[in-house]
């Protein structure tokens, strides 16, 4: 395993060493250049694919920061206009030369003489992509580009009073940890007449979406932008019917475990009733478990933590560290959610969040830094094309570091019950994660089948949905106006539409890894790290292969997961 990793920003040998995207007018040579380019045996072909290589390296760095500097501050209207620029100005002029030099790539004589396995999976996506490029997505695709920007922009001016305070809503929620269970109810109630007053401006956004969306799949000839998006994504294997199957196996293998679960929590918090304000908070005597206190204290105890694990981890984060590629802490202005950006041309990632000193804090930073770690592992492939991982794969890798820290949060907790209490906390959200996941993936199915509905029919779907994957325990009377809205904080379905159900196959995977790091530590890291090394150069069944997992969501091997969490929580 590499213990030595020290990421060096790649070097140019095409585009001028001071080479900055500014305007279409200084790129558009160097697409011209490739274009143009005479390639008269395999060694030009390869020289040219490098420096496609570099160029894409270049411009999708640059996009990369222009988003990072904006959702790391809303507020400022020159960081929102430099990332608009790129989408409107440069982007859309990418895209036929993107077409042409794919056509090219697919089209040369000395394509068939590349090694068909090390690119058969770059050489099937570029295929994807002639395949589904239409001139007339140009201006919708970029249009979307800034629209699904606004989501972040709304959400980040969320924020409620509480005691002469102001809490941006991630703030906030570190009050449903409170003994005080007038005082959760009071904050959950906030927060959601918080998101009551932005439920309008964001359903019409969302209807705009909806409809650009699919007006882009009728005229790539697709039926509907499910339809497209599967094949966008290139989900080569498996299918619609495969994501049915997950939702029906979420409800018979899993609700009934988030049940249990739920019907534990009320009966150590001694209710009559569990509320939805209720699932976070510990007895009467029992403090909220309190991880760190601070951003810098968050990344310093995961560097330890990450060093008993494996040192290799522990130095991804010190380097991102030194180069300042962390923003950690919550603030007002600051977009919602949690990040890791992939750095092209730098290698070094960059990690954004929102800490506000909970345990589900520790659990994002290590999930983000589980992806950082593929960032570093697949840095050293020759080709940026050959670092764009599936995310079935890209969530295994964060979704199972979370599991495999668990043994080394020592240095978040000084004593063994907090420990023990952190770890039931995160395989309970192992488990209770699983029917939202479906929930979420079950409406956009039907969103984008049925794309000209009215809201009244999108908010009485949403409603049926949700319940069909509710647990039973949790008493939501009287809530239906907040319920009607839940599904407006998952930021995936304006931001990244059908990226959701990754998760749940990824989840499983996880899953799959920690058994094996349970019976051979050094194996199950080996096997990590060998799968996320290979990248995207195999097929998605290949690198689930090569970290010695099942690429497999069958109700039965479900159930099989769900048993060995369910005895690892009991034995706890």
């Given at each position: ?35 143009d ?18 160029l894409?390296?270049?411009v ?25 620029f ?10 036929p ?28 996506g ?17 249009e ?39 005082v959760r ?6 927060i959601q ?30 039926k ?16 619609k019917?495969d ?14 475990l ?15 009733t ?22 810098k ?8 933590c ?43 990632p960059?990690i ?5 000193g ?15 770690i ?16 599936p ?21 978040f907790?000084?004593n063994?019950?907090?420990?023990k ?15 939202w ?31 069909e ?68 150069t ?5 690198l689930?292969?090569?970290a ?7 109700p ?10 369910s ?6």
């Amino acid at each position: 395993m590499p213990l030595n990793i020290n990421i060096k920003k790649l070097s140019r040998n095409f585009l001028p060493l001071e080479f900055t995207v500014t305007t279409w007018d200084k790129l558009e040579p160097y697409f011209k250049n490739l274009v143009d380019r005479i390639i008269n045996s395999k060694e030009d072909l390869e020289q040219w694919l490098l420096d496609l290589s570099e160029l894409e390296a270049v411009v999708s760095e640059d996009a990369c920061w222009r988003q990072i500097k904006m959702t790391c501050d809303t507020t400022d209207k020159s960081l929102e206009e430099a990332f608009t620029f790129f989408c409107m100005e440069i982007q859309p002029k990418i895209q036929p030369y993107a077409d042409l030099l794919n056509k090219k790539l697919i089209h040369n004589q000395f394509t068939k003489q590349l090694d068909q396995t090390k690119y058969f999976t770059y050489l099937r996506g570029v295929k994807k992509n002639i395949d589904l490029f239409r001139e007339a997505n140009i201006p919708i695709q970029a249009e979307l580009s800034v629209l699904q920007q606004q989501y972040g922009a709304i959400a980040g001016k969320m924020t409620v009073e509480f005691e002469g305070k102001e809490y941006t809503l991630q703030q906030a929620s570190k009050f449903l940890e409170s003994k005080d269970r007038s005082v959760r109810e009071t904050m959950y109630k906030k927060i959601q007449e918080r998101r009551l007053q932005d439920a309008n401006e964001l359903q019409n956004l969302f209807t705009i979406l909806i409809s650009k969306r699919n007006t882009i799949a009728i005229n790539a000839g697709f039926k509907n932008y499910r339809d497209f998006k599967f094949v966008d994504l290139g989900r080569f294997d498996y299918t619609k019917e495969d994501c049915y199957q997950f939702h029906e196996a979420v409800k018979q293998h899993i609700l009934p475990l988030v049940n249990k679960i739920y019907a534990k929590k009320q009966a150590q918090l001694g209710l009559t009733t569990l509320q939805p304000w209720d699932t976070e908070a510990e007895p009467i005597g029992v403090e909220p478990l309190k991880p760190f206190k601070t951003a810098k204290d968050l990344y310093e105890k995961t560097v330890q933590c990450f060093e008993q694990l494996d040192p290799f981890f522990a130095n991804c984060l010190r380097q991102m560290n030194e180069l300042k590629h962390f923003d950690l802490e919550s603030r007002k202005g600051k977009a919602p959610g949690g990040y890791n950006c992939p750095l092209a041309e730098s290698g070094a990632p960059f990690i954004f969040m929102n800490a506000t000193g909970q345990m589900s804090d520790v659990t994002t930073m290590v999930h983000e830094g589980g992806h950082a770690i593929h960032s570093f592992l697949s840095h050293h492939l020759e080709l940026c094309a050959f670092k764009e991982y599936p995310m079935e794969i890209a969530e295994v890798a964060s979704m199972a570091m979370e599991l495999f820290s668990m043994d080394y949060w020592h240095s978040f907790f000084d004593n063994e019950a907090e420990l023990k209490r952190a770890k039931e906390h995160q395989l309970e959200r192992t488990i209770t994660i699983f029917p939202w996941i479906a929930t979420i993936d079950k409406f956009q199915h039907w969103i984008y089948e049925n794309p000209t509905h009215s809201e009244e029919e999108r908010t009485n779907k949403w409603m049926e949905i949700v319940q069909e994957f509710s647990s039973d325990v949790i008493d939501f009377t009287g809530l239906d106006e907040y319920r009607k809205i839940s599904w407006q904080k998952q930021l995936h379905l304006f931001e990244v539409p059908f990226y959701y159900i990754e998760y749940g196959i990824a989840q499983l995977g996880a899953i799959g890894l920690w058994m094996q790091f349970k019976q051979n530590k050094k194996q199950a890291l080996n096997n990590y790290t060998n799968a996320l090394s290979l990248g995207g150069t195999k097929t998605l069944p290949e690198l689930y292969n090569a970290a010695g997992l099942q690429f497999n969501f069958t109700p039965a091997y479900i159930q099989q997961l769900m048993d060995f969490v369910s005895n690892e929580m009991e034995h706890l």
